[in-house]
């Protein structure tokens, strides 16, 4: 009486079984073959490709990630269908360009593959949402959104999803944000007790059903100027 | 009309004038849709189409910490649901940055705290890979325990929870005492309970005292017994069956492209489990199966995680059996502490204790991504070094916080008390989730 049918990972993998990994090396170990695959596929896209411990890690050209993300998802031969982890790294050097990192796992195939994009320093942090490939990309974009401050084109609702919306202290996990915080203790209280505590609900969520027209006169008149309040 | 039949226990002797067990059937319809008893779902009045706004949470007892939803209800339908989330937010990961690795394990502890000594091997082995080192035999078992106690503490609270969300509370109290028993094992072995920060980078932070084996074996013993009893209340209960069968449906594609992991994917009919297809800690040399559903509802997640118990009792039992001697710790003083005697008797001994704990363990260069499979899916954790004795990025790729980016897709076109039923079965820890 089942409704699906099992789908079992390394369907099209070799039959050896998987083992732990033992004396990694830390440089010049096998490669995935996903990445000769994608320097054939994209040769002008594909930057260079390292393996650390083991783990494949391909450098790709910002403008062409969703491409190259695209193909690793639809292509026979690769099958990368479940997105692990998005987030993006920052260096201590100022001089290293910020890193968005996707971490893919093709289940068919039992391959991880890392791609990473260097934003070039001095350009806008933008690069395109994989949120039409992978539904799992939708919070893991906002939360690296909120706290690198990188804009994920295409992402239906890239909103703050940690911090709240109101946060006027910048991207925490930037290099140049202290970790204390940017406002001091007295500051942080003083906007926490100037918060509007009608403001909880977000304007998407107002304009559901009537709690719009039971609002107060002056969020009405913010509201209807597309003035953003609440979480 | 697809019809599922569940073999149910009613409240008479459950068997009928053949002596065979009753069968209740319970109708789901295709699309996924809510649970459909056989009688047809009696008309709603119209009532304009007014829509109503609901606010749970987020101190709320059934969301299971810190968690808001806002939902839209037509009558009693959700239409809508927005979840909420950051109330617990303390930027673990940006405090990683400013620690050594050895200090981070005490960060792991408070993530999930359902699970902390499995997030602290998570993070060693991590760890270990980002230094390059290889652990001995002995820390490998003593680490399987560490994680498959973990496992069964995280899952005796959600199963707990889960019962008194529904309105049982028996197996509630039945599973915390279980759980208890681990707890006192555990303040055996570290000494603490909850945040028991139990690994170092390379070893473990205390060998098990002497003993604490039996205690170990004499759970392993028990612990079935108590499982058979929950199984014999739950398992079978028509309330229980009709609570949970037929919601939150997600299919095995749709599981996969929103990412869900753990018992939330293989319940829709994914059997991936790190532990098999990506192993570590030498787990594909222990003999155990992975639990697989094929209908992708709450009611399989809970025979998912159910099993899933009984699994880990058995990788605990052939662990116990495997236990080598000889040293938990690796022989390499630039990264584990000499012993507390030769510390304060040897130069050489002091000064290593001295460098790893003012300076700490460097790692070479490079980065590392090492997944486990937790309680509640594939948590990794990715670290990245630039030679310094602080990791420049320290990132934790959360297994129910992607969990829970699904919930809007399961609770919509459900009834609002079943919002509380597919919330309980994602198994949400909002440590994990907010960092």
């Given at each position: 009486m089942s409704r699906f049918e099992v789908v079992r990972t390394?369907?099209?993998?070799?039959a050896s079984q998987p083992a732990t990994q033992k004396a990694?090396?830390?440089?010049?170990a096998e490669p995935n073959p996903s990445a000769k695959a994608l320097q054939d596929k994209f040769a002008a896209a594909v930057r260079r490709v390292e393996v650390i411990w083991g783990e494949t890690v391909v450098f790709i050209d910002p403008a062409s990630a969703h491409d190259v993300i695209r193909w690793l998802h639809d292509d026979e031969s690769q099958r990368?269908?479940?997105?692990s982890d998005v987030t993006a790294v920052e260096y201590r050097d100022a001089e290293v360009p910020i890193e968005v990192v996707w971490h893919l796992r093709s289940l068919p195939f039992r391959r991880f593959l890392r791609v990473k994009a260097q934003i070039p320093k001095?350009?806008?942090?933008e690069i395109a949402s994989v949120y039409d490939i992978y539904r799992s990309a939708d919070w893991l974009e906002r939360e690296c959104y909120d706290m690198f401050g990188i804009r994920f084109r295409g992402h239906p609702d890239l909103r703050r999803i940690l911090?709240?919306?109101?946060?006027?202290?910048?991207?925490?996990?930037?290099?140049?944000?202290p970790l204390r915080g940017r406002f001091s203790r007295s500051e942080q209280l003083r906007q926490a007790l100037a918060?509007?505590?009608?403001?909880?609900?977000s304007m998407e969520e107002l304009s559901i059903a009537d709690a719009f027209a039971e609002l107060p006169e002056d969020m009405r008149t913010r509201l209807s100027k597309g003035e953003r309040t609440g979480e | 009309m697809a019809k599922r039949t569940v073999e149910v226990e009613l409240s008479?002797?459950?068997?009928?004038a053949q002596g065979r067990p009753q069968r209740v059937p319970i109708l789901t319809d295709d699309g996924g849709g809510g649970l459909a008893l056989q009688a047809p779902p009696a008309m709603e009045p119209d009532l304009d189409g007014e829509h109503m706004l609901i606010n749970i949470g987020p101190?709320?007892?059934?969301?299971?910490?810190v968690l808001r939803l806002v939902l839209e209800l037509d009558g009693e339908t959700v239409v809508r649901c927005i979840p909420h989330i950051g109330?617990?937010?303390?930027g673990f990961e940006k405090i990683g940055e400013y620690r050594q690795y050895n200090q981070i394990i005490c960060w792991t502890d408070r993530e999930d705290y359902l699970n902390s000594i499995g997030n602290n091997v998570a993070f060693a082995l991590g760890a270990e890979r980002l230094f390059g080192i290889e652990i001995t035999e002995r820390c490998k078992v003593l680490r399987v325990i560490a994680s498959e106690l973990s496992r069964i503490m995280s899952h005796l609270v959600w199963l707990g929870t889960f019962c008194i969300d529904i309105g049982a509370f028996t197996p509630f109290l039945w599973a915390f005492q279980r759980r208890e028993e681990i707890y006192r094992l555990l303040e055996k072995w570290?000494?603490?309970?909850?945040?028991?920060?139990?690994?170092?980078?390379?070893?473990?932070?205390a060998d098990i005292p002497n003993g604490w084996m039996d205690g170990l074996r004499q759970f392993i013993r028990t612990f079935p017994h108590t499982l058979d009893e929950i199984d014999r209340v739950l398992t079978r209960n028509a309330i229980w069956v009709g609570r949970t069968v037929g919601l939150g449906v997600m299919s095995p594609e749709e599981a996969i492209n929103w990412g869900l992991s753990g018992p939330m994917l293989r319940a829709s009919?994914?059997?991936?489990?790190v532990r098999k297809?990506?192993?570590?800690?030498?787990?594909?040399?222990y003999d155990f199966e992975v639990p697989v559903g094929t209908n992708g509802d709450v009611y399989d997640r809970y025979l998912v995680r159910f099993e899933e118990l009984r699994q880990s009792v058995r990788i605990l039992q052939q662990a116990a059996d495997r236990?080598?001697?000889?040293?938990?710790?690796?022989?390499?003083p630039r990264i584990i502490l000499p012993p507390k005697s030769k510390a304060t008797s040897e130069m050489e001994s002091m000064i290593h204790h001295f460098k790893v704990v003012m300076e700490g363990p460097r790692p070479p260069i490079g980065e590392s991504y090492f997944a486990v499979e937790s309680p509640k899916g594939e948590k990794g954790y990715y670290m990245v070094s630039?030679?310094?004795?602080?990791?420049?990025r320290w990132r934790i790729r959360p297994p129910s916080f992607v969990n829970l980016a699904a919930i809007p897709k399961m609770v919509e076109g459900h009834l609002l008390s079943d919002v509380i039923a597919i919330n309980a079965s994602i198994d949400i820890v909002m440590g994990e989730i907010d960092r």
């Open positions: 390394g369907a099209s993998a070799p990694v090396s830390h440089r010049g990368y269908d479940f997105l001095g350009e806008p942090l911090m709240w919306e109101q946060y006027k202290e910048g991207f925490p996990l930037r290099k140049d944000f918060q509007n505590p009608e403001a909880r609900y | 008479t002797t459950g068997l009928d101190q709320h007892p059934a969301t299971h910490g109330y617990l937010h303390c570290i000494g603490a309970r909850l945040t028991t920060s139990a690994t170092r980078v390379g070893g473990m932070a009919g994914v059997d991936y489990d297809d990506f192993p570590y800690l030498d787990y594909e040399t236990l080598p001697d000889g040293p938990v710790n690796i022989d390499d630039d030679g310094t004795a602080k990791p420049v």
